[in-house]
């Protein structure tokens, strides 16, 4: 299992558009095949940085469900929100393991 980092670089007045995002992820993450921990937005501190996370078998499943997720039809929405809203102003990615003890349960609502 790995675990995916979004790391966002968002427009502090673009905080209800990034809602709004991640929302819609919400909905369309786990029914692309991902384990959605969730999307985070500032609340208190730095106004401009945001987090989605999401968990993921492997390199393998992520590519998979990448081309799931872009032809998804919630999924090409958003794509195109963020692209006309210009509210997310730098992305990057990191994909880390678990490497501690216990192994990373999931977390039940």
Known sequence: MITCIIRYRI???????????ARNWGEAIP???ADL???FAP???SAT???GIYHIE??????AYRARLAADPLGKANYEFAKKARFILEEDRL???NVSNPP?????P
């Not at 492997?58 to 590519?63: D, P, V």
């Not at 990373?104 to 039940?108: E, G």
């Open 31 to 33: 029914r692309c095949g």
């Open 11 to 21: 427009d502090p007045f673009g905080r209800d558009d990034f809602a709004t995002y």
């Open 43 to 45: 609340h208190e501190g």
């Open 58 to 63: 492997n390199l393998a499943a992520y590519e």
């Open 37 to 39: 921990v969730g999307y």
């Open 49 to 51: 940085t945001a987090y």
């Open 104 to 108: 990373l349960l999931k977390v039940q």
């Open 95 to 97: 994909f880390l393991k």
